[in-house]
């Protein structure tokens, strides 16, 4: 499954905190993080986190975000940045009850960062104008500097986590193709296929240079996607990381996802997709798996 919004930032032992959980409930480990190499090494590269355990072979892992579109992100981050300034300019006035202010994200691909304050003040300021009208369902909307509608909201807009009072900024996005159109949906996956897959092998790429020093080390690549959740199926996107041309460097990848544990609850649910080739190593994943005293684990476990 894909990840639609921006990657966690902030520290990685955090937020890998849930990939040694994993790995060692599935091998029967007891893998600690013992170092935060980049954050110790900053004059070379180096891979994000070490772990060992008593007895075992140590582990290095390297996380990347795969995006696609390369501009997916910074687009994405337009549409919070809007959103988050026409809130601050608007909520305070808008208290009496529920509102909707929707943009067309269309309409932010390509823009600047600088451009997303400007828009914001002229569109808030259009609609505290016009509060008599703003404060109805039907609302007003606006064809400048973007498309929006700003309304009342009606009981149906209304979701699990809309507040009782406030506005919430929703994006609005017309210009997939159709699911009445079997052909359009086709060829957009063909390029999504192609263009994460490229994107992946561009990023891994990088962990030549990081791995470079920890030859005795498992190798492990943790990869996740990120783009638009209807893009690519989570078997399309296994299918991206068994097809990519990765650097022989790398042991294993594993892939992250998003798991939802209740409404309001996420965290990144972690399975090894890829054993490959490894220095020294050239028997099957199986044989290899138990050189390193390691039970292979279903991606069903």
């Not at 030859?215 to 492990?220: D, E, S, W």
């Not at 783009?227 to 594993?254: F, K, M, R, T, Y």
Request: glycine share 6%; with cysteine; charged share 25%.
């Amino acid at each position: 499954m894909m990840f639609s919004c921006t990657p966690a930032s902030g520290c990685e032992r955090r937020h890998l905190n849930s990939l040694v959980v994993r790995l060692n409930g599935l091998w029967g480990k007891s893998y600690e993080v013992s170092a935060c190499l980049d954050m110790d090494n900053r004059n070379e590269p180096e891979p994000e986190l070490l772990l060992e355990a008593p007895g075992e072979p140590p582990i290095v892992i390297e996380r990347k975000s795969v995006s696609w579109p390369k501009e997916f992100l910074r687009d994405h981050n337009n549409e919070h940045a809007i959103a988050d300034d026409l809130l601050e300019r608007l909520s305070a006035t808008y208290q009496d009850d529920f509102y909707l202010l929707t943009l067309w994200s269309g309409n932010l691909v390509g823009q600047r960062m600088v451009h997303m304050r400007e828009w914001a003040e002229q569109i808030a300021n259009v609609i505290l104008r016009d509060q008599e009208n703003s404060r109805t369902t039907r609302g007003i909307r606006g064809e400048t500097p973007i498309p929006w509608r700003f309304r009342r909201a009606n009981e149906f807009d209304r979701d699990y986590d809309t507040p009782d009072t406030g506005i919430q900024v929703r994006t609005w996005q017309d210009d997939g193709p159709s699911f009445l159109d079997p052909s359009g949906w086709a060829t957009m996956v063909t390029e999504a296929t192609q263009g994460y897959k490229a994107e992946l092998e561009r990023l891994a790429a990088s962990c030549e240079a990081k791995f470079a020093k920890y030859g005795n080390h498992i190798k492990l690549l943790a990869i996740e996607f990120h783009g638009d959740v209807w893009s690519l199926s989570e078997d399309a996107l296994i299918e991206v990381v068994n097809s990519a041309e990765l650097p022989n460097c790398v042991d294993q990848v594993w892939l992250g996802q998003p798991d939802w544990l209740d409404d309001y609850t996420r965290i990144v649910y972690w399975d090894m997709v890829r054993p490959v080739s490894t220095i020294g190593i050239s028997d099957s994943p199986d044989r290899r798996a138990a050189d390193w005293g390691l039970a292979m684990p279903s991606l069903n476990s």
